[in-house]
């Protein structure tokens, strides 16, 4: 069964400090993953997106990770601000078809 | 603004009645999908379109559910009779091209609560 899990499930922070989000797979077969920002009441922004050859690669204060062998994918930020407070989700699409399979997301907290 | 545009923001409805949503993609992006997001969890893909083809339905879509993109641009969610447990939002996205890897933008979407 396709299925993409994040944890933690949610996360609080000081502003300032770094944080990591995880995110595990089993889609099968695997076209590309996606981090996605979703700000409390809107649609979610795309981060970053990663495809099977990529290791890792930074949006600004943002830096995803993808280790294809582990379909595993990590999200980690930077210098936290109180804007970073959202949901974070990542979300795999399948090679085999136009399907994406969301996670539940990690919502982040970052306190002053 | 250029982005996708969804209608109506927030929707109150009682059981059993008829609702319909429509959402306005990204000028020129041919695909457009459907997406639900109850509290606490990620979005459910509902449906996609090519154009005005709608080339696939999530099991998630029962036959109370029904979308429509007549021209390939604009698309409307229609549900009926709704239930309690429709309750959620409901997300519009789209994107442009063939490629697997293109970006969907997703609308602020439409809270529907069913009372």
């Known amino acids: 069964k396709n299925q993409v899990e994040q944890s933690p499930q949610s996360l609080i922070i000081l502003e300032g400090k770094n944080c990591t989000l995880q995110?595990?797979?089993?889609?099968?077969?695997?076209?590309?993953l996606r981090w996605y920002k979703q700000d409390t009441g809107r649609g979610p922004v795309s981060l970053t997106i990663?495809?099977?050859?990529?290791n890792t690669k930074s949006n600004g204060r943002y830096t995803a990770t993808l280790d294809a062998d582990t379909k595993q994918s990590s999200l980690h930020i930077t210098a936290s601000q109180l804007s970073d407070s959202a949901s974070y989700i990542c979300v795999v699409r399948s090679g085999g078809g136009f399907k994406t399979i969301f996670g539940a997301g990690t919502r982040l907290f970052v306190k002053a | 603004d250029t982005g996708v545009s969804q209608d109506p923001r927030h929707k109150i409805t009682k059981r059993g009645q008829n609702v319909t949503f429509r959402c306005d993609p990204i000028?020129?992006?041919?695909?457009l999908y459907w997406y639900r997001q109850t509290l606490g969890q990620g979005p459910e893909f509902l449906t996609y379109?090519?154009?005005?083809?709608?080339?696939?339905k999530s099991r998630l879509l029962s036959d109370r559910f029904s979308a429509e993109r007549p021209k390939g641009s604009f698309s409307t969610l229609e549900i009926q009779r709704t239930e309690q447990g429709d309750s959620a939002m409901y997300l519009c996205a789209s994107s442009f091209g063939q490629d697997r890897g293109a970006e969907a933008f997703f609308g602020q979407g439409t809270r529907l609560t069913v009372v």
């Open positions: 990663m495809t099977f050859s990529e």
């Open positions: 995110c595990n797979y089993t889609v099968s077969p695997f076209s590309n």
């Open positions: 000028s020129e992006h041919n695909r």
């Open positions: 379109f090519q154009n005005e083809a709608q080339l696939e």
